[in-house]
């Protein structure tokens, strides 16, 4: 049998699958049915930076002004009560989480401005969390704001966040950045013990019919794979941290390309979502069959194996090659 065990921001976990941030952990039976499915650890749903700001303007509405701006504070966030739970609930969540399941249990953190609501970083800490992932989801729509900014705008956060707790802190970006290694190191530098690459942005789309903008979220799709996978072995041996794969993960051949391209640990949601919490079951035993079948010891055997220090064509990942893919296409390809 190959051994899949596996370290991730120090936690050992008995396989590198692990379900990502997605509404299934909002439900104890979903937690333990990953569990029971194999999962190595679990991301929790993300709590976000605008539920915590709503919660303590309610609060200071509700006993400085009186019920009337209680209101009104209120009708400023109207999807707020339908869609998110609150921090109070989220810290109760990663209680609950922690009695119900054995395996490590990594909180989910997202905003991007520094102020009072990373406190909650300590308060998650304290729930019992194993881990906590801190997802940077900020969208730049200022023309004066420059890519440096942004960059210091993300390290003051980790580093206000690592400051606050001692578990381990991951970080979760997007593939937005002129420089993604320095950016990575750079967060490492500042405290962050993994990088989780990447987080999808939810495009919004056009409706001619009604003329408006509507939010449209869709599942990935294996092609998204790529992305990370390219990064991933470009970081790979290059920056002092853990890397996580997100994106695109939907078969036992997704996730063992993740590990080849260096990641310690792969991560599921769409597949999970589209195709049931099962699917962590098969694509660990057709990961575990493909491993025995090609003669590997251990996961950490085939980990980094095609990542850009260890391949045997380099250049594969870089901009020697776009020539070169380019001049590939023929119209047999249409
Ligand atoms: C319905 C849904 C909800 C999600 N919620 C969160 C969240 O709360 N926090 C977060 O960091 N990522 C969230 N994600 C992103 C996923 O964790 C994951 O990074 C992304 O879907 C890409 O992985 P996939 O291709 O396996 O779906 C969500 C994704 C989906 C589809």
Known sequence: MTDLRTTYLGLALENPLMPSASPLSRDLGSLKQMEDAGAG???????????????SQLLDAYLTQGTDSFAEALSYFPEAGAYRTGPDAYLEAIRQAKQSIGIPVIASLNGVSSGGWTRYANLIQQAGADALELNLYYLPTDPTMTG???????????RQVADQIEIPLAVKLSPFFSAIPHTVATLAGAGAQAAVLFNRFYQPDLDLDSLEVVPRLTLSHRSEL???LRWIAILYGRVELDLALTSGVHTAEDALKGLAAGAQVVMLASELLQRGIGRLTEIRHEMSAWLEEHEYDS????RGSLSQRNTA???AFERA??????GSYSPAHR
């Open 41 to 55: 650890a679990v991301v929790m749903y993300s709590l976000f930076e605008e539920e915590i700001d709503l919660e």
């Open 148 to 158: 440096c900014e942004i960059d210091l705008m993300y390290v003051d956060l980790v």
């Open 226 to 228: 790529l992305l990370p």
């Open 299 to 302: 996961v950490d055997q085939l």
């Open 313 to 315: 064509e380099p250049a």
């Open 321 to 326: 090659n776009y020539m070169r893919v380019l």
